[in-house]
Nanobody
Framework: QVQPVESGGGFAQVGGSLRLSCRPT????????VAWFRQTPGNEREFVAT??????VYAASVKGRFAISVLYPEDTYSLQMNRLKSEDTGVYFC?????????????????WGLGTQVTVSS
């Protein structure tokens, strides 16, 4: 099993930036889809971004502000978050699937990190 591990969360002001990273432990992300989700208390886990092969896919709420990328050979996925808004506050999770391709639903992903808190304040 692969175990995603997130890092890079923290505090930012509205309009600021943060960069999240996700690296695999135990096994590689090779031949797996990797995505970012986020969740706030009382709400369901929400899709943020993924790479469909080499094409990034974003939720409408973050498109144009966030950028997902992957760095080889470190096998690390990053989420650059710019022009942050207060509604971006939440716990951000990195998830990996058993298969090379997956979509935007949380149930398409099999392995989840513990999450990293992002807090955006004015």
């Amino acid at each position: 099993q692969v175990q995603p591990v997130e890092s890079g969360g923290g505090f930012a002001q509205v309009g600021g930036s943060l960069r999240l990273s996700c690296r695999p432990t135990r096994r590689s992300f090779l031949n797996r889809a990797v995505a970012w989700f986020r969740q706030t208390p009382g709400n369901e886990r929400e899709f943020v971004a993924t790479l469909n092969r080499t094409t990034p896919v974003y939720a409408a709420s973050v498109k144009g502000r966030f950028a997902i990328s992957v760095l080889y050979p470190e096998d690390t996925y990053s989420l650059q978050m710019n022009r942050l808004k207060s509604e971006d506050t939440g716990v951000y999770f990195c998830a990996a699937s058993k298969t090379p391709f997956a979509g935007v639903r949380p149930d398409e992903y099999d392995y989840w990190g513990l999450g990293t808190q992002v807090t955006v304040s004015s």
